[in-house]
């Protein structure tokens, strides 16, 4: 937007912008190039703290406004999000990318940047007022979303989708009209999040 004069006048980004620790670019080169990384990086879990990485890097993926990478360590893929980098450098040793590894089917059964292969592919049942169906009738949560069934206030509708937290937290973000109707361990998952979310809010 910055090299084109005059386009901040017609498009207005997302002005809330995740943190990003290292340079884009430099990181699809490092991919493109197939070249080892070694990297310091700030793991979520507090307790866990800074951890050093040497890993291949095969792919960026974008999730909920969030960069995060994808690379290869120990064998293992593992996902890195782009603003917990505290370094990043690239080493003259290159690799072999494993090609049955495939970014575009990857997370056929996944929401978000999660991709278990323990976990079971599960038919989830949720019924939402029409109001929110009005959200997601045009940005659907998976690409499995159908409906089931309608009446004058509700819709029910269906996912076939892997149960990460991912998509637990978005299932969680529309409490206000969802009602999980089945697995029922995900029923009950949901309801002993908001109840306690209810304690803690109601000191």
Known sequence: ???VPGLHEYVIPEHRMPMVGIDISTVLRTIMSRR???FTYAKPQVREGVKD???EPYFIKQSQGKWYLFAMVDGHMR???LGRFRSFVVTDSTFER?????PA???NNAFGIWDDDNLPVEHIVFSVSRQEWKYLETYPIHHSQSVVKEDDERLTLS????ITHDLLMDLLSRSHSITILEP?????QVSTILKEAFERNNN
């Open 36 to 38: 080892t990384v070694r």
């Open 53 to 55: 990485y040497v890993a």
């Open 184 to 188: 029922q361990d995900l029923r009950k």
């Open 159 to 162: 996912l076939d989708v892997k």
């Open 98 to 102: 494993d090609l049955s590894i495939d």
């Open 1 to 3: 937007m910055h090299e």
């Open 105 to 107: 089917t990857m997370f």
């Open 79 to 81: 996902s890195f999000e």
